[in-house]
């Protein structure tokens, strides 16, 4: 069965939530373009809200992929 390949703003919106929740800063977006870096942006602060929020670790990541698929 093949796998539909996903968008490159959903990757940079889970990238984005992984440095959020990691307590990195924002200036570290590797992207240039509009709508992937906001994705990044938007996930990003996601995941600063989360790591915030008490949702580090294991309890992170069940979220994003429970929200997201």
């Not at 906001?38 to 670790?57: A, K, P, V």
């Amino acid at each position: 069965m093949r796998r539909h390949k996903r968008s490159k703003a959903e990757r940079a919106f889970q990238k984005g939530y992984q440095v959020g929740i990691s307590g990195r800063s924002q200036d570290v977006c590797p992207h240039g373009q509009d709508e992937v870096k906001q994705s990044w942006l938007n996930g990003w602060r996601e995941g600063w809200s989360d790591q915030w929020d008490g949702y580090t670790g294991v309890s992170g990541v069940h979220k994003i992929y429970s929200k997201h698929y």
